[in-house]
């Protein structure tokens, strides 16, 4: 079985059985830590839809993903195309940088700080659930 970076796993997750739905969509914006800390994603609309942008990554990120063909972590949108697909519930796709792959994903906004992101590098084998936390606005 191959062995996958700590930020593929941060990363891309498992769909979360009876998440809770609570949270209002508009609540999701702001950004958001992955579990490892090494990234920090800015959600934001994108048109009709939801997005997350790389704001910051910590170096191991960033040489992680470079080694996977992803030349600037920074600014690389991570959660595509997410559309509201319940209270608190998005669906789209997760872009997983260190192995340059698109997955199909959903958001589920368990509260106003912590965010479950799902999804499967290989559906059924190399799936995992993470929740990211929401960064403190900085002064």
């Known amino acids: 079985m191959r062995c996958f970076s700590p930020f593929i796993l941060a990363a891309v997750t498992v769909v ?3 998440a809770p739905l609570n949270a209002a969509p508009s ?6 830590r992955n579990p490892a800390g090494s990234v920090e994603v800015a959600m934001a609309p994108c048109g009709p839809r939801l997005c997350g942008t790389v704001v910051w990554a910590n170096e191991k990120a960033r040489d992680d993903a470079a080694n996977g063909g992803t030349e600037r972590l920074i600014g690389t949108q991570l959660f595509r195309g997410l559309d509201a ?13 260190d192995i340059g792959q698109t997955v199909a994903g959903t958001l589920a906004q368990v509260d106003a700080n912590a ?8 559906p059924g084998l ?3 659930t993470q929740t990211w936390t929401r960064v403190a606005a900085r002064r």
Not at 115 to 122: A, T, Y
């Open 27 to 32: 609540r999701i914006a702001g950004t958001w």
């Open 126 to 128: 190399v799936c995992q």
């Open 85 to 97: 697909d319940g209270p608190g519930h998005w669906t789209g796709e997760v872009f997983v940088p």
């Open 115 to 122: 965010l479950e992101v799902s999804g499967c590098v290989i």
């Open 16 to 18: 979360a059985a009876a």
